[in-house]
């Protein structure tokens, strides 16, 4: 073999190395990216600050009415004494005009009526106690 072509051996196998080199560093480059998109978030999301966590959503009081109150008071009635309703007039005569007045009730409960101290928070019986005065006011349409 002449010195001309071990040189023209050595270009080859360079190319060859070169081209096969290239390309494990393609396929690397593109597992590293993959990689990448699915582990870590982009960098930018990372300088972006936390959002805050919001607050609980409010209670909505007609679906605690509903769960809670309307086996009894459906429609601003009282099955079980029916001259204990939820109509405007019958609240005012009774004391229970208040939103205050209406929490207490719930909260602690009278006669047949449940105490809700236990199953509801401050929050929702105040919910309720508004969202009663509320429907008095417009006759529970
Ligand atoms: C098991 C049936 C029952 C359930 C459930 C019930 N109540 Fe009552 N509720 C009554 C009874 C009975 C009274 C009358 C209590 C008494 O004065 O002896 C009453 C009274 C009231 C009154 C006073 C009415 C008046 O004119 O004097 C309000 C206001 C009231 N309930 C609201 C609620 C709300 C709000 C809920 C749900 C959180 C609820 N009740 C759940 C049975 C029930």
């Known amino acids: 073999m002449s010195l001309k072509d071990v040189s023209a051996w050595l270009g080859f196998a360079k190319a060859c190395f070169s081209q096969w080199a290239s390309r494990w560093a393609l396929a690397a480059a593109l597992i590293a990216c993959l990689v990448g998109l699915i582990d870590s978030q982009p960098a930018w999301a990372q300088t972006v600050p936390e959002v805050p966590q919001s607050a609980p959503a409010a209670p909505n ?3 605690l009415f509903e769960a809670h109150c309307s086996s009894c008071h459906a429609h601003g009635g009282n099955l079980i004494r029916r001259g204990k309703n939820l109509q405007q007039k019958t609240l005012l005569r009774n004391g229970y005009g208040e939103v205050g007045a209406i929490a207490t ?3 602690q409960g009278k006669g047949v009526m ?3 101290a236990d199953r509801l928070s401050a929050s929702e019986i ?3 106690a508004q969202y009663v005065l ?3 006011k417009i006759s529970w349409p």
């Open 61 to 63: 009081p007609q679906a």
């Open 134 to 136: 509320e429907q008095a």
């Open 126 to 128: 105040e919910a309720i």
């Open 114 to 116: 449940p105490a809700y």
């Open 105 to 107: 009730l719930i909260t």
